[in-house]
């Protein structure tokens, strides 16, 4: 048991030949040692896919829906296609070592490995640590700003070479924007499209409640498939709620009843602010939606 616990694949994926013949599929490493070279295709061009798993009770969260679309990300960016099982066994072993704790989150990279590897042999790593204290967001909220994304909301059909909708290692642009966003006191954003449409926050879904109904703006947007989203959707379904999928302006979101912003790690963040001014949250289903989420065993 340790604070932070690191596995390195030996074959992220059966389409090419692993770094040791012979070897474990992961081996847990020391995570404080170097393990990557400068010449990582992650380090020099963040060419790459990730995912972020919560962790409650040392069992990863939503592990099926992650690894699909891990899958779908690598589909994407032409990569070899991970080895799912590999993965999942590693994933499920960092977060079962990590020290007792009230939430982790497990980071699982596959990269397209070393410049000039002859075999292109990805390189893979799941990362668990603990997770920050994000009750202050879940209780009491978060304020949003909306920011233009710059693209129109088919552009993953029009234009699939700019990975939208994947998972990748390019997070400059969603970490730029949080600054952003703190440069106009707020603490996240939410995307919209060049169309003018509702997209998604740049570490999360945006879902919204408009009387019984729990909605979300869909797939196919350039967007990522939310795995919290989908869970929530769930048990939403069975504790009577409609679930959907609806575009919407900015100026409809903000019509309606509550809105979260939702990701594996903070969960549900209601939202308090939009674009500077007050949104009412729902106070009760925020905490049962959370409650749910933490008491996840799989
Ligand atoms: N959209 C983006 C761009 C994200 O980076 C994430 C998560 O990191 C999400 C949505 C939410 O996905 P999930 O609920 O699977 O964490």
Redesign the pocket.
């Known amino acids: 048991m340790s604070e932070t616990v690191l596995a390195l694949l030996n074959q992220p994926s059966l389409d090419v030949p692993p770094h040791e013949h012979g070897a474990p599929a992961f081996s847990l490493v020391d995570p404080s040692a170097p393990h990557l070279t400068v010449l990582d295709l992650a380090a020099t061009r963040g060419d790459g896919i990730f995912?972020?798993?919560?962790v409650s009770g040392g069992k990863p969260h939503?592990v099926d829906?992650?690894l699909r679309?891990f899958a779908a990300s690598a589909k994407k960016l032409d990569l070899p296609a991970p080895d799912l099982e590999a993965w999942r066994a590693a994933v499920f072993a960092v977060a079962a070592a990590l020290d007792p704790m009230p939430e982790g989150v497990v980071k699982a990279v596959m990269t397209r490995g070393v410049e000039g590897d002859p075999e292109a042999r990805p390189t893979g790593w799941a990362y668990a640590w603990q997770s920050p204290d994000y009750s202050a967001a879940r209780e009491l909220g978060i304020g949003v700003v909306t920011l233009d994304r710059g693209y129109r909301a088919d552009v993953e059909q029009t234009s699939p070479w700019l990975l939208s909708g994947a998972?990748t290692l390019s997070?400059a642009i969603?970490r730029a924007v949080l600054r952003e966003a703190a440069r106009r006191g707020a603490d996240d954003v939410i995307?919209v499209s060049s169309d003018g449409f509702i997209l998604?926050?740049?570490?999360?879904?945006v879902l919204f409640r408009r009387g019984n109904s729990l909605l979300t703006p869909g797939v196919g947007l350039g967007?990522?498939?939310?795995?919290?989203?989908?869970?929530i959707f769930g048990w939403a379904q069975k504790r009577g709620m409609e679930t959907g999928f609806e575009m919407l302006t900015p100026a409809q979101l903000e019509q309606t009843d509550a809105i979260w912003l939702?990701?594996?790690?903070r969960q549900a963040a209601p939202i308090r602010e939009f674009d500077g001014r007050t949104h009412p949250i729902d106070r009760e289903l925020s905490a049962q939606i959370n409650a749910f989420l933490l008491a996840r065993t799989e």
């Open positions: 995912e972020s798993f919560s939503a829906a992650h679309r998972k997070y969603n995307f998604e926050g740049p570490t999360s879904t967007i990522l498939e939310g795995t919290t989203q989908g869970d939702v990701s594996s790690g």
